[in-house]
T-cell receptor, first 112, second 116 residues
Framework: GDSVTQMEGPVTLSEEAFLTINCTYTATGYPSLFWYVQYPGEGLQLLLKATKADDKGSNKGFEATYRKETTSFHLEKGSVQVSDSAVYFC???????????FGKGTLLTVNP | NAGVTQTPKFRVLKTGQSMTLLCAQDMNHEYMYWYRQDPGMGLRLIHY???????AKGEVPDGYNVSRLKKQNFLLGLESAAPSQTSVYFC???????????????FGDGTRLSIL
């Protein structure tokens, strides 16, 4: 079945540091890939997405590139801020299916 | 624009009690979902609905029932609560656009449920 594997956290960085959160997936066909962010006490919000190979999703300084050859969708940001502290979820949706498969989430804490 | 609204936000139950969680969306979305979030487990799909009057089982449906009598509402019921159902529950909704592409899911803020 479909699965998403994220790097285990927690991840603790200083402000302005470079961020990478690894995400790899297993799925048949050509899934769409997503990163969701969950701020403390809130629901999940879509951060970015990519729907086909080599697409780059970007939003709020975050980027992720859909790499089919390595089945990966790693999240990156060049300079994190304290306000980026949250839990980040990688997810996939396969084909015309509307259901999402989530990774376990990665807690990011950014210190001033 | 309210989006997806979940009620209640917090609830404590005793083992064996029943309750219903309500999810309401005002975006006219066709699809609705219930997830549970547990530490180290990510989000797991409990039940979902592809339209008014239809429901289907997700990954972890046991111990839960759902109903979608109106397009904008999706109810999650626990008939006899168990401590293993202590979790944070999230509702989400989505739609397909005019060309049939699935659009991303919108989430509510969650319901924190504790079963003693």
């Amino acid at each position: 079945g479909d699965s998403v594997t994220q790097m285990e956290g927690p991840v603790t960085l200083s402000e302005e540091a470079f961020l990478t959160i690894n995400c790899t997936y297993t799925a048949t066909g050509y899934p769409s890939l997503f990163w969701y962010v969950q701020y403390p006490g809130e629901g999940l919000q879509l951060l970015l997405k990519a729907t086909k190979a080599d697409d780059k999703g970007s939003n709020k300084g975050f980027e992720a590139t859909y790499r089919k050859e390595t089945t990966s969708f790693h999240l990156e940001k060049g300079s994190v801020q304290v306000s980026d502290s949250a839990v980040y979820f990688c997810a996939l949706r396969r084909g015309s299916n509307y259901k999402l498969t989530f990774g376990k989430g990665t807690l990011l804490t950014v210190n001033p | 624009n309210a989006g997806v609204t979940q009620t209640p936000k917090f609830r404590v139950l005793k083992t064996g009690q029943s309750m219903t969680l309500l999810c309401a969306q005002d975006m006219n979305h066709e699809y609705m979902y219930w997830y549970r979030q547990d530490p180290g487990m990510g989000l797991r799909l409990i039940h979902y609905s592809v339209g008014e009057g239809t429901t289907a089982k997700g990954e972890v449906p046991d111990g839960y029932n759902v109903s979608r009598l109106k397009k904008q509402n999706f109810l999650l019921g626990l008939e006899s609560a168990a401590p293993s159902q202590t979790s944070v529950y999230f509702c989400a909704s989505s739609y397909k656009d005019r060309v049939g592409s699935n659009q991303p899911q919108h989430f509510g803020d969650g319901t924190r449920l504790s079963i003693l």
